[in-house]
């Protein structure tokens, strides 16, 4: 019976480990942590655990008062924290961390997707809307494909603010 009892308490103390070292490391992504022990991804502070009893801790404070780079040409992996330290900050674009309500703040946002570049426009398929290389929604809305101006007016998209890309 005590040994059976010892057992139980190794268990326990395992698991009770192996939960406090799942919540010293937040996801990637994530910007701060809700009292609630959920995680957010807001790119302010101001609404970002609403329904949540509020922020906890703030990851991306002092990741947003830092410049942010035009585009990192690699990135490296974020060490993993010891389960004695603190959670380390995930990095914040100067584009996030600003107000991002308009629809062009939020395309600046995104990534742009692969396979660009001059003679080609981006189609957005959910708007049947064409985007012209350099323009901020070029390569950006959610969904969308590559393909060349005259392709995209053949499948019966047109020109974002009626501006066609070739004269």
């Known amino acids: 019976m005590k040994t059976a009892i ?7 103390g395992l698991v009770g480990a192996q939960c406090a070292l799942a919540q010293a490391t937040p996801p990637a992504g994530s910007t701060g942590l809700c009292k609630d022990g959920t995680y957010s991804t807001a790119a302010s502070k101001q609404g970002a655990c609403r329904g949540h009893q509020g922020v906890k801790t703030w990851y991306a404070a002092s990741a947003a008062a830092a410049p942010a780079t035009a585009a990192p040409a690699a990135v490296a992996p974020a060490p993993m924290p010891s389960p004695a330290s603190a959670p ?3 990095p914040v674009t ?4 600003s107000s991002a309500s308009s629809p062009a703040a939020k395309a600046a946002a995104r990534p742009l997707a692969a396979g660009g570049g001059p003679g080609l426009v981006w189609v957005n398929t959910s708007s049947n ?3 012209c290389y350099g323009t901020d ?3 950006k809305t959610k969904a969308g494909a590559y393909m060349s101006e ?8 047109h020109p974002d603010h009626g501006k066609a890309c070739s004269k």
């Open 6 to 12: 010892r057992l139980m308490a190794i268990a326990v």
């Open 88 to 90: 380390t900050p995930a």
């Open 94 to 97: 100067k584009a996030a961390s």
């Open 129 to 131: 809307v064409y985007h």
């Open 137 to 139: 929604f070029y390569g």
């Open 150 to 157: 005259a392709d995209a007016k053949a499948k019966g998209a």
